[in-house]
């Protein structure tokens, strides 16, 4: 998973380079001013997926594959007529969206010619993200990974094949970026369709899964129940950090390059975090589809440690090699000594966000989703925030970062407070 991870973010970066460098800045801007409305709907399909997911590990574990398909089935219906909806919806009211997007005027044609096709491809790539993860729900991280390698291959490949006319492919211009990635993600769902028959697999889209191919609401119902919530974090996550943006803004651009390069590293050093919490999760909705609840203690110190040896062996590596790895992005050296001290500020507490994740992923396991929710929230928007505010009023920049070891420590503090206090005194039972 962390590898998938690394993947999903290095295609998304290379990409944005062959637009940025063989196109320019327009086009780039184009590209980008489609992110707010991707981010909704893949925030929504990962919900989707981390419910099923979740649904799917208990059944696997009480060795129910006739319940694994069933809830399949419905989860990738619901994901299909989620991206036929987009796509009729968005490939008529394109331009009206990315209007109300506030995309500026000389960019508006560019970015119509990307985000239309993306639009009305809108069905396959949410299938596709969605099939990945319920295929981590039976415990195979390893056929999502040889999808997303495939995919990346072929999306890197035809972006800059489209924009330069090689092989003879038309030049699509900023289109070029949409097309491959159509072309990158349709290719992965038919390896993923043809290799998971070809193995037998519990996921593979043979005759019952098809059957299952319906709103069936009893599942459904579960699903959103599970997922819902989860989306509506990614979301508030994804507009805190906007939040966090503008105040850096109002720093200058150099403030602005550095926040740019420390979210870099930072990316990298929380991917195996949340990687750990994710299968730490799976792990115990299996267990306790089993009828192995006893189990959830040891898979929770397990993910623990882990994560101090994973995300705390990277923090560390962060510290020593700050200035190298800020030198990669910047090369003004006033403006890398200040994306250094900024690293150095929050680094650490990217440990202690792993460990609060890793908590909220075990009772997830469980069905118990709505708390650790809103414990999350509660720690980004209206503690992060507003931390970050009146620091930046107090210190300047600095305060900023110093945020982040604030609402990540207060995230671990109720987490924690909530596995001891309350979730582990529960009786834990099976959702399905």
Known sequence: MILANLLQSLSGTVNNIF??????????????GMFPILFFFIALIIGIGAGASVLIGQAWGAR?????KSIAGAALCLSLLIGLGVALFGGLY??????ALGT?????PLALGYARPVMLAMPALLVFILYTQLLRGVGDTVTPLYALLLSTAV????TPAFILGWLGLPRLGVASAAVAAIFSFVTALAFLVAYLRWRGHPLAPDARLLRALRPDWHWLKLVLRIGLPTSVQMIVIALSE???LSLVNGFGSDATAAYGAVNQVVNYVQFP????????????AQAIGAGKSDRLAAITQTGLVLNLLITGGLVLLGYLASRPLMQMFITDERVVGMAQNLLHIMLWSCLVFGFAALLGGVMRSSGAVLVPTAIAIVSIAFIQVPAAWLLS????????WMAYPIAFSAMLLMQGAYYGLVWRKRKIKRLV
Request: glycine share 8%; net charge negative.
């Open 242 to 244: 906007v939040a966090v």
């Open 155 to 158: 999306s890197c490949l035809l």
């Open 104 to 108: 500026p005027a000389d960019v508006l």
């Open 273 to 284: 975090a949340l990687s750990i919490a994710i299968t730490a999760s799976i792990l115990g």
């Open 19 to 32: 637009v940025g460098q063989l196109l320019g800045t327009q086009a780039l801007a184009a590209v980008a």
């Open 64 to 68: 129910e594959p006739a319940k694994v």
């Open 393 to 400: 009023q107090r210190v300047g920049i600095d305060g900023v």
């Open 94 to 99: 394109t331009e009206p969206m990315l209007k």
